[in-house]
């Protein structure tokens, strides 16, 4: 009954059930991106109190590594899969110690502007370099093809990073959630003077964690790779919408920042079906609404 | 206690004396220099200087009296330049009366922003306001009227009145100077009547100024509105210098810039963003032949200001002079 | 090499031949293009180059010409290229500003060389407005344009079979604009459009709207959209299994620099319309041959080549005016007809449109190329008199 209810207002949009499944499933991948890096911003946020505006342009480096890695050593994708987001992460590491730790005792708003002077700096140099038409990257032989699932014909890839990003999210979030290493991590965010007392070296714990957001950003990097061109532009725009995504889910859990990530993929992947004029503007509409309501976010807590 | 992002320089024993005698002859100076330009430089290179300047002054309004950071502020500048070609070209309105209600404009999209950002305070307000000057990015986009990739190009400058003849640089100049200068000391005036002594107090300490009975976000949305205005003034006077309107003035790189300007001058001095507006533009004017290393100079200057000299070049000199700049 | 540009010079003096040698007449040629962006391969340095040897095989020298070529970067902004242009014309003294892709950027040159009367010489820019509304008597659009890659693209595709299209357009003036002109030329040639889609710009991620092109049943797949974003769509479509599939797309904004930065294994089987290529004949070989060894390897665009071609006709037009006024060499230029290696013979019409032959290439598959830039094959030759827009129908004041 119902289902019959809701094929007649696909058929009142013109649009068949099947082709919705397609579009819901391709949502969902950009859903993954949004996830991947908004999960990032969130552990960075968590510990440091700084929104990190290099998220985006440290995704880019990510992909450009993988291209790197592919064109100058011969190295594929499996290996870029796991150097592209250590040599991120240890470069994350060099920036928080030679720069962002200088600023933890200032306003916050000093970590956003040194980070997008960091993102100005690294976007213009790769531009110097690469220009911005963008550089070719093959999907893994082992990755290629695609399947019919009868909907729609799903390249294999792209249920990989469905699957990749879902996998990282989840252990990412088992981690701060349910280890001992987790449990002080959001002690020294309650609370980092006591935590220090404990003998924890909070300073390194600082470090750690931001090495480890960026090198989530480098992940979704090496991910977006094959699909979108590596482009010294590609983060520029995205991590504005990953902001919104964080506005709209509130900085309060890890788990709140996972799901307002897919989530929206999905709603922006509905809206590129019924009205795609609205595609690029309607995770800012989403954010709008939910300031009205719940000024702190879906998952925020207040104060 | 945290420093402040608007903490100026260490002298509000002297910034609280109303307005001393050295700042006459700051603004003496500074009419000297804006009435001389258009004979020592190129003149249209001297208005989009000051079409910056009053665009800094107004974010500084906002980031160095309230405390307030906006990463939005491209929506404002933008639109009112926009609104303003658009009246100048297709309604064919004399440059005032299209200055007019660009600014207009501005302050209405201002009153919107504001409504919805001064519900959260810090990098919150930040990213909100980046985020809905995105929204108007892509509404810039898309519409019509701002002929998307093209823009309005082609904008007469018309008759000033209905009488003077703009066509002249050097006579626009000076109309531009006039603009400049009176949102300049409007600005001043602002900062230093009994409104802005509230809003040093809403920046010192929120909480406090809640305690005392002042309506703060009253006070915050009143003076968004005004800084959404200015830039929108300058917004739409850049317009008829340049006769175009186009997306680079919509786009969130240019809320980024004025960041900068405002930065590098000194946020919270009176002639900082005058300073950081006339290096920018003279850095991006020179370099432009260098394509990206223009960003690549551009986040250095970031970082240096961030991390090395927070109060500016304005700020560093009055510190240096013990004198408010 | 030398011997080759000696002969050319000598051919260029006997076209000129009669006419005294100009005194010492300065010309400053502003290329104004993007030298770091997306267009930077289509234009850029490449045209710099071009406008080059064309003073070259002008015998500017010998002529007693002092020819200077000035270049910036635009950044396909249209507030910075107004800017530059202006005070290069102000300060500088440039008489003639070249190339300026990007329509935008270009429909802003356009309004400062009018109102500074001035010569402007375009050839990167798609725009066909430039010889329409807002045509100009000091513009001269020589290359190509929305217009001509429209109807190259959308009657040759109908006539060979692909009579279903649907669109995929970028959300702005530009690509609607795109989408309208192919629309009515499909439907003139007897075709349907069954549907199309309009993408945010710029765009990552096409497969939402690839998806819904691929069922719609259409045989054609238009792509009204430009630079990365017409890129990122046909990498897409390769990894949906789009051509696979049976359906054609068609590039209506696509150059073979975009086709060599793909690669032949995901470009293969795109069809567009260009003005040039580099391997047509003996002469297009010889200019292709000479621009490689100056420029790294790479082969000239047709932007490229449209700047050469420009650059010495207008030369020649001031050489015949024995002025550099730019009323009197406008004139000349739209006078004389156009004759070089590159577009062969040509005519300049009095809305500043140049026309000449305009060609339908299919992309070679991987198999079919032999080496490097060689990428396609000619399907057709649209004659000059129907590549582009007729005179009548642009809305152009200038034409009574």
């Known amino acids: 009954m119902s289902y019959a209810y809701v094929q007649v207002a696909m058929s009142m949009f013109g649009i068949s059930t099947n082709a919705l499944f397609g579009q819901l499933l391709l949502g969902l991948i950009n859903g993954a991106f949004y996830a991947v890096l908004s999960l990032g911003l969130a552990v960075i946020f968590g510990l440091l109190n700084i929104i990190n505006f290099a998220h985006g342009a440290l995704y880019m480096t990510g992909a450009f590594v993988a291209w790197m890695l592919l064109n100058y050593l011969g190295l594929g994708y499996w290996y870029a899969l796991v150097i592209a987001p250590v040599a991120v992460g240890l470069l994350g590491i060099i920036l928080e110690r030679t720069m962002i730790r200088h600023l933890y005792r200032l306003d916050h708003l000093y970590g956003l502007l040194l980070t997008f002077g960091l993102a100005l700096i690294i976007e213009g140099l790769f531009r110097n370099r690469y220009g911005v038409s963008g550089l070719p990257y093959v999907i893994p032989k082992q990755l290629a093809g695609g399947w019919n699932v009868g909907f729609m014909y799903l390249p294999i890839y792209r249920a990989w990073v469905i699957a990749a990003s879902l996998v990282v999210c989840l252990v990412t979030w088992f981690l701060i959630d349910h280890t001992k290493l987790g449990s002080y991590l959001r002690a020294a965010t309650e609370n980092p003077r006591l935590v220090g007392a404990f003998g924890i070296n909070v300073p390194r714990l600082i470090t750690l964690t931001y090495g480890f957001g960026v090198a989530l950003a480098a992940f979704a990097g090496v991910l977006a790779a094959p699909i979108y061109s590596v482009n010294p532009i590609m983060g520029a725009n995205l991590i504005i919408v990953v902001f919104a995504v964080v506005v709209i889910g509130g900085m309060g859990s890890i788990l709140g920042s996972i799901v307002t990530g897919f989530g929206l993929g999905l709603i922006e992947g509905l809206t590129k079906v019924f009205y795609p004029e609205a595609a690029s503007t309607v995770i800012f509409v989403i954010m709008a609404v939910v300031l009205l309501i719940k000024p702190h976010g879906l998952f925020g807590k207040a104060g | 206690m945290q420093s402040s992002l608007s903490d100026p320089v260490p002298l509000e024993s002297l910034r609280e004396a109303g307005i001393p005698a050295p700042q006459r002859g700051l603004f003496i100076g500074l009419a000297a220099v804006v009435l001389l330009a258009p004979f020592l430089v190129y003149p249209i290179f001297a208005m989009k200087v000051l079409c910056f300047a009053l665009f800094a002054s107004a974010f500084n309004l906002l980031l160095g009296y309230v405390g307030l950071l906006s990463f939005g502020h491209a929506a404002f500048f933008g639109m009112a330049s926009y609104i303003s070609a658009h009246a100048a070209r297709v309604w064919g309105w004399t440059p005032e009366i299209a200055i007019l209600s660009g600014t207009v404009v501005s302050a209405l999209i201002g009153l919107v922003f504001g409504a919805l950002a001064i519900r959260r305070q810090g990098i919150y307000f930040a990213m909100i306001t980046l985020a809905l000057a995105q929204m108007v990015y892509f509404f810039a986009l898309q519409i019509p009227f701002t002929g998307g990739e093209d823009g309005i190009q082609a904008v007469p400058r018309g008759r000033l009145f209905g009488v003077i003849d703009l066509a002249n640089d050097t006579i626009l100049y000076y109309v531009v100077a006039v603009i400049f200068m009176a949102g300049f000391l409007f600005i001043y005036r602002v900062v230093h009547s009994p409104f802005g002594h509230v809003l040093k107090a809403i920046r010192e300490n929120e909480t406090r100024a809640i305690s005392l009975g002042y309506a703060v976000n009253r006070y915050k949305l009143v003076v968004f509105v005004l800084s959404a205005a200015l830039s929108g003034l300058a917004g739409a006077t850049k317009a008829i210098v340049f006769q175009l309107a186009s997306l680079t003035d919509v786009h969130w790189t240019m809320s980024g810039d004025v960041i900068l300007m405002t930065l590098i001058g000194g946020v919270g001095t009176i002639i900082g963003p005058f300073v950081g507006a006339l290096i920018l533009v003279g850095m991006t004017n020179d370099l432009a032949s260098f394509g990206a290393w223009v960003t690549v100079i551009e986040g250095l200057v970031f970082v240096a200001c961030v991390l090395l000299f927070r109060h500016g070049i304005v700020g560093v000199l009055s510190a240096w002079l013990k004198r408010p700049l | ?400």
């Not at chain 3, 000349?332 to 290696?341: A, R, T």
Request: net charge neutral; glycine share 10%; charged share 20%.
């Open chain 3, 1 to 400: 090499m030398r011997l080759k540009n000696a002969l050319i010079i000598a051919a260029l003096l006997s076209l000129t031949a009669g006419t005294a040698a100009a005194e010492d007449i300065p010309i400053k040629i502003g290329v104004l293009n993007d030298r770091s962006g997306v267009y930077a391969d289509l234009a850029g340095e490449g045209s710099v180059i071009a406008a080059k040897m064309a003073v070259e095989d002008f015998g500017a020298d010998a002529k007693g010409f002092k020819v200077d070529i000035l270049s910036a970067d635009h950044q396909n902004k249209p507030d910075i290229a107004s800017n530059i242009s202006r005070q290069w014309i102000d300060q500088d003294g440039v008489d003639v500003i070249a190339d300026v892709p990007t329509s935008s950027a270009a429909l802003a040159v356009n309004e400062v060389v009018r109102e500074k009367n001035k010569i402007f010489l375009v050839s990167g820019a798609a725009s066909s407005d430039l010889t329409g509304a807002k045509c100009s008597p000091n513009t001269v659009h020589w290359t190509y344009d929305t217009w001509a890659l429209a109807h190259g693209t959308g009657k040759a595709m109908v006539e060979q079979g692909g009579k279903k299209w649907f669109f995929i357009t970028a959300d702005y003036a530009f690509g609607q604009a795109l989408e309208r002109d192919t629309t009515a030329v499909i439907k003139a040639a007897g075709g349907e459009v069954v549907g199309s889609v309009k993408h945010p710009f710029p765009g990552q991620d096409f497969s939402s709207f690839l998806l819904q092109a691929q069922s719609s049943g259409a045989q054609v797949i238009g792509l009204a959209n430009a630079g990365g974003d017409t890129i990122n769509s046909i990498k897409q479509a390769a990894e949906f299994g789009i051509t696979q599939g049976g359906q054609k797309l068609a590039g209506l904004l696509i150059f073979i620099s975009d086709v060599h930065a793909l690669g032949l294994q995901t470009a293969q089987g795109l069809v567009l319309t260009e003005a040039f290529y580099w391997d047509k004949d003996d002469g297009t070989r010889a200019f292709a041959k000479r621009f490689a060894e100056r420029s790294g390897g790479k082969m000239p665009t047709m932007v490229h080549a449209g700047v050469y071609a420009s650059v010495l006709h207008y030369l020649k037009a001031v050489d015949a005016a024995k002025s550099k006024d730019p009323k009197l060499v406008m004139a000349k230029m739209k006078e004389m007809p156009s004759e070089d290696p590159l577009f062969g013979k040509g005519k300049i019409r009095p809305d500043g449109r140049h026309v000449h032959d305009m060609y339908l290439f299919e992309v070679k598959k991987p198999e079919e190329s032999k080496g490097p830039w060689d990428y396609y094959k000619t399907l057709a030759t649209i004659p000059a008199d129907q590549a582009f827009r007729p005179l009548d129908q642009g809305g152009c004041p200038l034409v009574k």
